[in-house]
């Protein structure tokens, strides 16, 4: 920012005195930079932030603020270390202890820490590490001797990068721990006022994602004691070995100040370790709330065209088509077999056929107060005489039974010899079957049809051929009744 050559020049400690005075102009400026993510300021920027901020000044101090932030007196007093003619325009870099001033006194302009500066700042501890231990050859040895000049300076340089370090990792967790308890905050207030909430979520979702990944991932690998470096030893296994090289050449107190410095540096993994985890769902969750409304709005968006197209044309000849094939809500319906119901119901019929299988049940308790055939003698019998036997009992048995129409006259009969034949096996139900094949009851008929179905014993599965137990005047009412199943041996 230029001015009249009559305005004078302040200081160094006034012209500090007035930016700090009004710390806006710098927090706009530190502001612009690190969105742009640049070390520099242009001057036409500073010149409309400080017009913009001396408009509800008095003339006088508006006139003091021009004077201060003007280019060539920020120049001369050092606040500004270099100017430079690029692309048309004038830049202006401000000393970094300055900007480091300013960020002290307002808490949401802490430096960010991106991978590139961790990168610098574990370098920087490398190379005072090999300098010690005598790895750096151009370099001369240190003489580890208080007054050496160069070993005193060196050490002085060395424990004000570490104090940069520990500052500058509290600064940014404080800040990111800050930023991660406030996430749904945010969002909340958001939802409740009149703005437009999903471009808010997604610019807000965009920003947090870039954050975690230039901020928090790097500064937490960073701290990580475990974490393997590619180019050498992490930031601990650094600071041990420096360490180790002042405890070696008799320079305990200096030791245990790295390692103190190191303690403070493990300490700060847990916080954001806990940033990154509500980060991370936060993230997540938030993902998934945008591909959900994405996709609610494009199905809405299918079925509003879908509309509008049948309400522009005759109803009576044309519907919604293509929606359940293009949505997919019903795929593979069809190849999915159906629950089937046990037809339970109120009608005379039911209650008929109901009575007549509690009456036929009853009258076979009756008549079979005890098992037909006994435990032991079942039909795997290599004695033909057993068998025959077996077989004459469970004749008599079926003789004595009162069965009446079925549509599934084998699982008829399976429920019944489960109950009345002790040591009851499939082979019972066939000689069974096989016997009211040619020995029907009067009056009735047994009709073979080609729908199979299935029995199972334990972990076997019997398939069979539906056969229908029907009246010879072909009434089958009653049969129709008797609720459609699956049959379980067990």
């Given at each position: 920012?230029?001015?009249?050559s009559?305005?004078q020049?302040?200081?160094?400690?006034?012209?500090?005195?007035i930016?700090?005075?009004?710390?806006?102009?710098?927090?706009?400026?530190?502001?612009?930079m690190?969105?742009?993510?640049?070390?520099?300021?242009?001057?036409?920027a500073?010149t409309?932030?400080?017009?913009?901020y001396s408009?509800?000044?008095?003339?006088?101090?508006?006139?003091?603020?021009?004077?201060?932030f003007?280019?060539?007196?920020?120049?001369?007093c050092?606040?500004?270390?270099d100017?430079e003619?690029?692309?048309?325009e004038?830049?202006?870099?401000?000393?970094?202890?300055?900007?480091?001033?300013?960020?002290?006194?307002?808490?949401g302009?802490?430096?960010?820490?991106?991978d590139?500066?961790?990168?610098r700042?574990?370098?920087g501890?490398?190379?005072?590490?090999?300098?010690l231990t005598?790895?750096?050859?151009?370099?001369?040895?240190?003489s580890f001797?208080?007054t050496?000049?160069?070993?005193?300076?060196?050490?002085?340089?060395?424990?004000?990068?570490?104090s940069?370090?520990v500052g500058?990792?509290?600064?940014?967790i404080?800040?990111l721990?800050?930023?991660?308890?406030?996430l749904?905050?945010?969002?909340a207030?958001?939802?409740?006022?009149n703005?437009?909430f999903?471009?808010?979520?997604?610019?807000?979702f965009?920003?947090?994602?870039h954050?975690?990944?230039?901020?928090?991932?790097p500064?937490?690998?960073?701290?990580?004691h475990r974490?393997?470096?590619?180019?050498?030893?992490?930031?601990?296994?650094?600071l041990?070995?420096i360490a180790r090289?002042?405890s070696?050449?008799?320079?305990?107190?200096?030791?245990?100040n790295?390692?103190?410095?190191?303690l403070?540096l493990s300490?700060?993994?847990?916080p954001?370790?806990?940033?990154?985890?509500?980060?991370?769902?936060?993230l997540?969750?938030?993902?998934?709330?945008?591909?959900?409304?994405?996709?609610?709005?494009?199905?809405?968006?299918d079925?509003?065209?879908d509309?509008?197209?049948?309400?522009?044309?005759?109803?009576?000849?044309?519907?919604?088509r293509?929606v359940?094939?293009?949505?997919?809500?019903?795929e593979?319906?069809?190849?999915?077999?159906?629950?089937?119901?046990y037809?339970l119901?109120?009608?005379?019929?039911?209650?008929?056929?109901l009575?007549?299988?509690?009456?036929?049940?009853?009258?076979?308790?009756?008549?079979?107060y005890?098992?037909?055939i006994?435990?032991?003698?079942?039909?795997?019998?290599?004695?033909?005489?057993?068998?025959?036997q077996?077989?004459?009992r469970?004749?008599?048995?079926l003789r004595?039974?009162?069965?009446?129409?079925?549509?599934?006259?084998?699982?008829?009969l399976?429920?019944?010899l489960?109950?009345?034949?002790?040591?009851?096996?499939f082979v019972?139900?066939?000689?069974a079957?096989?016997?009211?094949?040619?020995?029907?009851?009067p009056?009735?008929q047994?009709?073979?049809?080609n729908?199979?179905?299935?029995?199972?014993?334990?972990?076997e599965?019997?398939i069979?051929?539906?056969?229908l137990?029907?009246?010879?005047?072909?009434?089958?009412q009653?049969?129709?009744n008797?609720?459609e199943r699956?049959?379980?041996g067990?």
């Amino acid at each position: 920012m230029s001015t009249d050559s009559t305005l004078q020049r302040f200081n160094a400690l006034e012209t500090l005195r007035i930016l700090f005075s009004h710390p806006e102009v710098m927090y706009a400026c530190i502001r612009e930079m690190d969105q742009q993510g640049e070390r520099f300021i242009r001057e036409l920027a500073l010149t409309g932030y400080v017009r913009a901020y001396s408009a509800k000044l008095s003339s006088k101090e508006s006139k003091r603020l021009r004077i201060a932030f003007d280019a060539e007196n920020l120049y001369r007093c050092n606040v500004v270390s270099d100017r430079e003619h690029r692309r048309n325009e004038s830049r202006l870099y401000f000393q970094d202890s300055v900007i480091a001033a300013f960020r002290l006194t307002h808490v949401g302009l802490y430096e960010a820490v991106t991978d590139v500066k961790l990168i610098r700042l574990l370098t920087g501890l490398r190379e005072s590490r090999d300098r010690l231990t005598g790895q750096k050859a151009p370099m001369p040895a240190l003489s580890f001797v208080d007054t050496d000049p160069d070993y005193t300076e060196f050490v002085e340089d060395l424990f004000e990068q570490l104090s940069g370090l520990v500052g500058l990792m509290r600064s940014n967790i404080l800040n990111l721990e800050d930023m991660g308890r406030n996430l749904e905050a945010m969002s909340a207030d958001a939802s409740r006022k009149n703005t437009d909430f999903d471009v808010y979520r997604q610019t807000l979702f965009e920003q947090i994602a870039h954050i975690y990944n230039r901020q928090v991932i790097p500064v937490m690998n960073f701290l990580d004691h475990r974490q393997a470096l590619k180019d050498g030893t992490n930031l601990f296994q650094t600071l041990d070995e420096i360490a180790r090289a002042f405890s070696i050449n008799g320079r305990q107190p200096d030791s245990d100040n790295v390692a103190k410095v190191a303690l403070s540096l493990s300490g700060m993994f847990r916080p954001i370790q806990q940033v990154a985890g509500q980060t991370s769902r936060y993230l997540h969750k938030t993902r998934r709330a945008i591909l959900e409304q994405n996709a609610m709005e494009s199905f809405y968006g299918d079925l509003v065209k879908d509309l509008r197209e049948n309400v522009q044309s005759d109803m009576r000849g044309k519907y919604i088509r293509g929606v359940p094939e293009r949505l997919n809500l019903f795929e593979g319906l069809k190849r999915r077999q159906r629950p089937k119901s046990y037809l339970l119901s109120d009608t005379k019929a039911y209650y008929d056929t109901l009575l007549s299988e509690m009456e036929a049940r009853i009258e076979d308790a009756r008549q079979l107060y005890r098992p037909i055939i006994q435990a032991g003698e079942i039909g795997f019998s290599d004695a033909a005489a057993q068998r025959q036997q077996r077989a004459e009992r469970l004749y008599a048995w079926l003789r004595q039974c009162h069965l009446r129409p079925s549509r599934d006259i084998v699982a008829a009969l399976h429920y019944r010899l489960q109950d009345w034949v002790e040591g009851y096996t499939f082979v019972d139900l066939l000689t069974a079957f096989m016997y009211l094949q040619q020995s029907t009851p009067p009056g009735m008929q047994i009709i073979t049809t080609n729908h199979r179905r299935y029995l199972r014993e334990q972990d076997e599965f019997h398939i069979y051929r539906k056969s229908l137990l029907i009246r010879d005047n072909g009434d089958a009412q009653s049969a129709d009744n008797e609720p459609e199943r699956t049959h379980d041996g067990q």
